[in-house]
């Protein structure tokens, strides 16, 4: 029987289309607690980027960046992760020869060094507002979670290889690749979920529709990929439902029985 269930924010809880979360979805997250299961968030943005109605729905934990922050259902984080500042120090020497748009998370906030048309596109595509642009040289260098980087897969492959070679890119949307540190990933964070609130993983369901979302889908009992997934994410998956906008976990959990 499956109890804990894990939910990738924007595609799988959030639609794309109008940026919200469906009525289904709302029903089927308020049916799982009448059940007493576990329910939580795993997903790439900061803990500071998620929209404030989210945490009217009662769940009992947030694991964010991909893995790099673990908090209780009080927002209180109990683990977080850090960018390797070689790694920081580096990208800003290329970054003098070979300027590019990327953005930085702390535990505060969520910034980027500058804005192009391709920036633009993907926070509205997000239904996002730009973050303030700020120069990197300005922050300390050790206190970095996550980055998104405006590249093509071919620079960001070189990136990695060449410049950030601490951490660990995973691209889930044509536009960026979320730069995260080496070791880290959604199903790392699930484990630090399950050692702090005595889950079982034989018991886990994981949703999701992205790149990112994929060591999540191995990972647990389960793994639903959503009707958006491309096809890598849903290779990865046990079952393929229909969209976050057409109500796909509303239609996974009754396909399960677990509603």
Not at 80 to 89: L, R
Not at 200 to 213: C, E, H, I, P, Y
């Amino acid at each position: 029987m499956i109890d804990s269930f894990f939910f990738d924010f924007d595609g799988t809880l959030q639609g794309f289309e109008n940026h919200e979360i469906s009525d289904s979805t709302i029903e089927a997250l308020k049916l799982l607690k009448q059940k007493n299961k576990k329910i939580y968030i795993a997903t790439g943005r900061n803990m500071v980027d998620m929209p404030e109605h989210i945490f009217e729905y009662g769940f009992d934990g947030y694991i964010n960046n991909n893995g790099g922050m673990c908090s209780d259902e009080n927002r209180q984080s109990f683990f977080v992760d850090y960018i390797n500042p070689n790694d920081i120090e580096a990208l800003l020497q290329y970054d003098d020869e070979n300027p590019f748009s990327f953005s930085y998370m702390t535990k505060e906030a969520f910034s980027i060094n500058r804005v192009n048309e391709n920036v633009e596109k993907s926070f509205a595509y997000f239904g996002m507002e730009v973050p303030e642009v700020v120069d990197p040289r300005t922050l300390p260098k050790d206190n970095i979670m996550q980055m998104n980087f405006f590249v093509n897969e071919e620079q960001e492959d070189y990136l990695m290889k060449n410049v950030l070679t601490n951490s660990v890119g995973t691209r889930w949307i044509e536009y960026f690749a979320d730069i995260n540190p080496k070791d880290i990933s959604k199903m790392r964070g699930i484990e630090r979920m399950a050692e702090r609130d005595n889950l079982d993983l034989s018991k886990t369901m994981a949703f999701g529709d992205g790149g990112n979302d994929i060591s999540m889908l191995k990972g647990c009992k389960i793994g639903v990929a959503m009707g958006d997934a491309k096809e890598n994410v849903r290779e990865a998956a046990d079952y393929y439902t229909t969209s976050a906008d057409n109500h796909g976990i509303w239609n996974a959990l009754k396909h399960f029985e677990i509603i």
